[in-house]
């Protein structure tokens, strides 16, 4: 396929993921003098999601909502969390094994009535 050769020939390959992952196959082609293996490995990403907290405390208490992360892919993974605005708390890095929930704390302590 990325040959300017004449005796190339096109190997077409559908993939068709029922959900977001990550997916590892093999092709194997054999001939009489050559066995040649190709590896392929596709990553498929969820649509984007979005999502809306509301967060509701007396000033200087604090609230812990528990957000679920959901590892559907074949890795660990070590996520970094980003928190903007004044008030929010939460780990700067999360661990969430290959095909395990885990639940990031987001805290937020108001420091006055907002």
Excluded: M
Aim: contains cysteine; glycine residues 4%; negative net charge.
């Amino acid at each position: 396929l990325f040959s300017d050769r004449s005796d190339a020939v096109e190997l077409p390959v559908k993939f068709v993921p029922q959900r977001a992952g990550c997916y590892h196959c093999q092709i194997i082609l054999k001939s009489s003098r050559d066995v040649r293996v190709y590896e392929i490995e596709c990553v498929v990403n969820a649509d984007p999601a979005e999502a809306q907290l509301e967060f509701v405390t007396p000033a200087y208490q604090a609230v812990i909502q528990k957000i679920p992360i959901n590892n559907i892919s074949r890795r660990d993974w070590t996520l970094e969390a980003i928190l903007e605005g004044q008030g929010f708390y939460g780990p700067p890095l999360i661990n969430v094994r290959l095909g395990e929930t885990a639940l990031y704390p987001l805290t937020f302590k108001p420091v006055a009535e907002c």
